[in-house]
């Protein structure tokens, strides 16, 4: 039986390199000069570090552009609130992967509702499609593609 899998994953090689080029234009940046503001790349959470908490706000922005540039989907960021004292302020960006259990029933229940002959199957952080033709599984992606969901889709394994 046909089948594939809709993934939510990142790049983190895109993503380091996003992380890279944003503390390379921090550098470069007249109004950070001077300050020790910088990006921290940690697992699966970049770190802003900055003297003040407007700072915090334009180093995001220089972040996601990056991020958008090199492909990397800004859906899948959770902004942590920031945490601000005299000295210094730090946000906490968390990067998002997988397919979290809420978002796979709503992606399953939308695949069930949509009366395709399809059937679609929770496994772990994906889940797998199957069906009789590779048409009924090209339209489940073309709707897939329309659902508003909270983390970016992506579609892998397609197998005949």
Do not use: Y
């Not at 908490?53 to 922005?61: N, P, T, V």
């Amino acid at each position: 039986m046909p089948s594939f899998d809709v993934v939510s994953e990142l790049n983190h090689h895109e993503v380091a390199n996003a992380v890279d080029q944003a503390s390379r234009e921090l550098d470069s940046r007249f109004d950070f000069r001077g300050t020790d503001a910088r990006f921290e790349l940690a697992g699966h959470e970049v770190i802003l570090d900055a003297p003040a908490e407007f700072q915090l706000k334009q180093m995001l922005e220089i972040l996601k552009l990056k991020l958008s540039k090199r492909g990397v989907d800004l859906v899948c960021l959770e902004l942590k609130d920031p945490e601000v004292n005299l000295a210094r302020a730090r946000q906490t960006v968390v990067l998002r992967e997988g397919i979290d259990a809420d978002s796979a029933r709503t992606i399953q229940r939308a695949v069930k509702d949509s009366r395709l002959k399809v059937q679609a199957a929770i496994q772990a952080d994906k889940l797998r499609i199957t069906g009789k033709s590779r048409d009924e599984l090209q339209a489940t992606i073309a709707l897939l593609r329309q659902q508003k969901v909270d983390v970016p889709l992506q579609f892998n394994n397609f197998r005949d």
